[in-house]
């Protein structure tokens, strides 16, 4: 079975653009979390979804972010405009169902913005 | 709010011996799940074995087994006759098994980095 499946693997821009990242969950999986990574915070909660909705963005940094899940195969991270601190390793995982314990992850993005 | 910790930031261990690393976590909880997740440097997030707090034996997957101590709020892991590809950033993270509120989110410890020496 495919996994979690993520695009782009490695994505550097320069401060300013417009950043858009992308995942596939695992088929007939209905909950999907996009998760940051950093040196200084470690792994964090940016938003989760269930049933394609959005149940809590509490964690999204700020309105630069913003995240969509048109269906139950694909989802959106983007950032505009993008600066540099918000370089850092994007993981988006997905889970059968909303309390189902195990959250499978993806490869990961990781962001470079110059 | 529950937390996870991971006192030690840095292991090491000889290929084929036995490593274990520690975990401990803070929860009001009576019902919940452990994991433990391993990060290689390709960077992917792998699901290395979980455990049901209402579950007293200890989990086990392969060479990977867990001491699961739910008194003392501690979960550590033990990799058996290590091995080179076990070198990776190891994360014990906690999530509550009741339904409603927050409880889908995983609370994660910093991590401990496994260096194994040939």
């Known amino acids: 079975d495919a996994g979690v499946i993520q695009s782009p693997r490695h994505e550097v821009t320069e401060m300013g653009q417009e950043v858009t990242l992308r995942c596939k969950p695992i088929s007939g999986h209905n909950s999907l979390f996009w998760y940051r990574q950093t040196m200084m915070r470690g792994l964090e909660l940016l938003i989760y979804?269930?049933?394609?909705?959005?149940?809590?963005d509490s964690g999204m940094p700020e309105d630069r972010f913003s995240a969509k899940m048109p269906n139950a195969s694909f989802s959106t991270l983007k950032i505009q405009p993008s600066e540099p601190r918000d370089s850092a390793v994007y993981f988006c995982?997905?889970?059968?169902?909303?309390?189902?314990?195990?959250?499978?992850f993806g490869p990961g993005t990781r962001l470079t913005v110059l | 709010a529950q937390t996870v910790t991971q006192s030690q930031p840095e292991m090491s261990v000889q290929e084929a011996e036995t490593v274990t690393l520690s975990c401990t976590y803070d929860?009001?909880?009576?019902?919940?799940?452990l994991f433990w997740y391993k990060q290689p440097p390709s960077r992917q997030m792998i699901l290395v074995i979980r455990q049901e707090a209402y579950k007293q034996q200890n989990a086990t997957e392969n060479r990977f087994s867990v001491n699961f101590q739910k008194a003392a709020k501690s979960f550590s892991l033990k990799i058996s006759d290590s091995q080179l590809g076990d070198a990776a950033m190891y994360f014990c993270a906690y999530r509550s098994a009741w339904g409603g509120g927050s409880n889908y989110k995983l609370t994660f410890g910093k991590g401990t980095l496994l260096t194994v020496n040939p």
């Open positions: 979804f269930n049933n394609n909705v959005p149940i809590d």
């Open positions: 995982a997905s889970t059968l169902g909303q309390f189902t314990d195990t959250q499978y």
């Open positions: 929860t009001s909880e009576s019902d919940y799940y």
